[in-house]
């Protein structure tokens, strides 16, 4: 059951500052997502301070920018939800305290959500899906397998040992000369490149469990892009288009047999054979979105993804998952300290449901 609702969604715990407003019958009525890659670029990746810095400039302006868009008042808000970590915690404490100041002034519901339950929930937003569903969540910070039983249900079933996969496109970039942020330029790169030229290492493939492993396969990377002049040549060079797309291969053979061992595992737990859901920014990425997808049809499961503007980093889904908990009855309290770690499995759930238990411990 969906209520009516307007909820306002504040999203600062990376490089974008946005804002947005969607309504518990599943209409976005404002999405703005204002980047800072501009600021950071100099640097070849996201600094902290400046990130901070600069959604405490933009926020206010964003989100009446979004109100006016939606056609919604302060008054017209069933609630507000910002997100309250995982992040970098600067720009965190900005949108938690200016989501906690409109609910205190206005005397609403305050959400305090977790950067990856957005990220877990949007495909309720985009597509008619019932719980449970098994996620393949890749984002610039993480990349595990989860088991979704609901709105703050999630068991872990495996991630990644070392790297996140959406960092190891950024750093793969960076070598490449392809400038940043990464994953977009790499898949962009081996739209002409072929995968076959350089055999890379697939790290995991084949283990008896649902980890993922990515710090060997960018060594292996940067050794084999030496050898073969590729280090910083950049996305006219055809050896780096060569690289990327053996790079973007390896990925998804990677991904591709990890989801279809973890479609098995979801089965033996849950008693059914998906959806699988994939999610977080790399999940924006075409050839891995078709290989998911053809993994998951052999696996006898369908794939569903949110479309690809909402896969990397948006207030939609924050104000998504503001509705969603909203709806189950979770509010937080205006004392709600931000965290800078917060696995989705600590997210706090319905009382009397199931505790959200790992499988396996969390390395
Ligand atoms: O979810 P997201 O926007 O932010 C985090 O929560 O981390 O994910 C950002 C990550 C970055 O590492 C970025 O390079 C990667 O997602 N990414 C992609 C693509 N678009 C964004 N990776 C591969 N292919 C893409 N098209
Ligand atoms: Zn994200």
Redesign the pocket.
Known sequence: MKLPMNLLGIETS?DETAAAVVTGGREILADLVLSQIDEHRPYGGVVPEIAARSHLDHIDGLVARALDEAGVGFADLSGVAATAGPGLIGGVFVGVMTGKAIAAARGLPFLAVN?LEG?ALTVRLTHDLAFPYLLLLV???HCQLVAVAGVGRYRHLGGTIDDAI??C??KTAKMLGLGY????E??RAALDGDPARFDLPRPMLGRDNLDFSFSGLKTAVRHRAQAAGALGAGPESQVVRDMAASFQAAVGDVLAERCRRALDRFQEDCGQRGPLVVA???A??AYLRARLEAAAQEGGAVMVAPPPRLC??NAAMIAWAGVERLGAGLTDALDFAPRPRWPLEEVRGPKGAPPAARAEPRR
């Open positions: 990376c950067h990220h984002s610039g910070g959406g960092e496109f950024d942020p990464g994953g977009p790499v898949e977080g920014g790399v924006a990425n990397t980093d």
